[in-house]
């Protein structure tokens, strides 16, 4: 350690600045938490003010403050009294109206953004041995409440949040697009990796969101035919248009089977990957931008101009990747018959990827997932946090549009003709 500087760097005058303010930030949202309080206890009290007693006295008064509380928020840990009032009503059934705050709710230790926050150091790699002191540097050292035992407990919590929502009815459901991917997990004491195959879903409303997280073996046939039944039978019956997904075969065959009026986008990013792990490291670069300009184009004739161009200059000499292009070329190219606002979100898998991207990165961190349970409990959390910033899709009505059957030609939806 240099002489004259702390632990985090800084000098001591500047960690005690840095202390200071540290300070200063936490005193003012415990001031403004206390103001917000006293604000509710005042609306519940003026509410009640026209009922009193046979004295004339109010029935609703205040009543002093609560015991002390620690609650966790993201300036570090605040201690609040909390008001208290003292009601004498009751309501319709002869029970006595108690005041309950919806700002600070009974038993609360930690706020909403914390409640969120703690999860999602867990889950981007921090183990649990290392949880305490990342908080801890975070909002404070002198913070209760942030052993590896916290997060033990939050991970049964999740466990039962999954097990309900692999149960919950689809009834009301409805998506427009799905995509669907597998991620590959190494499950300790087991020799083969765990196979979790993931669907997300676009709503009518244009919101992304997951639809299921099931076990799976090699993404074959068989299992992509349970997943879709088991959606089936829990209540969506109204299939998706298209479907967005990577070259893997079990997939399309299950998905021809149970849901033949679904069409098929196979994902550019898989595809462009493949075909370059065919050729040599010298002429990526110039391949990659020749497929840019197929997926980029703006009609499908410009399309085809641009995939003919890069089979006839790369035939010759590196006929396995053209191969490669070719078997799916109908199917890289199904986006063109759907709205032009939506391409960005169907021409890959995009959504899932990056969500497994950071499955991959806590599985690493923690040498392997412990059981299969932890590896459907960690997706299901990761896609749940991830989803916040999943983009919308744009013009609603054009989803209703699709979902429709209206046809739509490069991109631009074809009026139809009056009769």
Not at 148 to 170: C, P, Y
Not at 382 to 402: E, G, T
Request: proline share 3%; net charge positive.
């Amino acid at each position: 350690m240099v002489q004259g500087t702390t632990i985090d760097g800084l000098s001591p005058e500047k960690n005690e600045a840095k202390m200071a303010l540290d300070e200063i930030i936490r005193e003012g949202a415990r001031q403004l938490l206390i103001k917000a309080l006293n604000a509710e206890v005042q609306e519940y009290l003026n509410q009640a003010a026209n009922q009193r007693d046979e004295a004339g006295h109010a029935l609703a008064v205040r009543n002093g403050y609560g015991k002390e509380r620690r609650v966790l928020a993201g300036a570090g840990e605040l201690r609040i009294r909390a008001p208290r009032i003292n009601d004498k009503r009751t309501d319709d059934n002869g029970e006595r109206c108690r005041f309950t705050s919806q700002i600070l709710p009974p038993y609360l230790r930690r706020t909403k953004n914390m409640e969120d926050f703690l999860p999602y150091l867990y889950l981007k790699g921090i183990s649990t041995g290392d949880f305490s002191d990342t908080l801890s540097s975070l909002v404070g050292r002198d913070v209760h409440g942030l052993s590896a035992g916290t997060i033990s407990r939050l991970k049964q919590v999740w466990e039962q949040e999954h097990d309900q929502w692999q149960q919950r009815d689809l009834s009301d459901k409805q998506y427009v697009y799905i995509w669907v991917d597998g991620i590959y997990c190494k499950v300790r004491l087991e020799q083969e990796k765990q196979c979790i195959l993931v669907i997300l879903g676009a709503t009518p409303e244009g919101t992304k969101e997951l639809v299921a997280v099931m076990d799976g073996y090699r993404e074959s046939e068989e299992s992509w035919l349970t997943v879709l039944r088991d959606l089936k039978s829990r209540g969506l019956t109204t299939l998706p248009s298209l479907a967005i997904g990577d070259g893997a075969l079990g997939f399309w065959k299950a998905l021809r089977k149970e849901w033949p009026t679904t069409r098929e986008q196979r994902c550019w990013k898989h595809k462009i990957c493949n075909v370059l792990d065919k050729m040599p490291q010298g002429i990526r670069g110039q391949a990659k931008a020749m497929l840019h300009d197929i997926y980029n184009a703006e009609s499908r004739k410009s399309a085809l101009k641009a995939y003919n161009r890069f089979c006839e200059v790369y035939r010759p000499k590196y006929a396995k990747a053209v191969a490669c292009l070719e078997k799916d070329r109908d199917e890289l190219l199904t986006f063109f018959d759907f709205p032009a606002e939506h391409w960005k979100h169907i021409r890959t898998t995009n959504p899932i990827e990056s969500t497994f991207a950071t499955v991959r990165l806590r599985t690493k961190r923690t040498r392997n997932c412990g059981s299969r349970t932890t590896i459907f409990t960690m997706v299901f959390k990761l896609v749940q946090v991830a989803s916040r910033r999943w983009k919308r899709l744009r013009k609603r009505k054009l989803i209703l549009k699709v979902i429709e059957g209206c046809e739509f030609k490069d991109g631009i939806l074809v009026e139809r003709k009056a009769a």
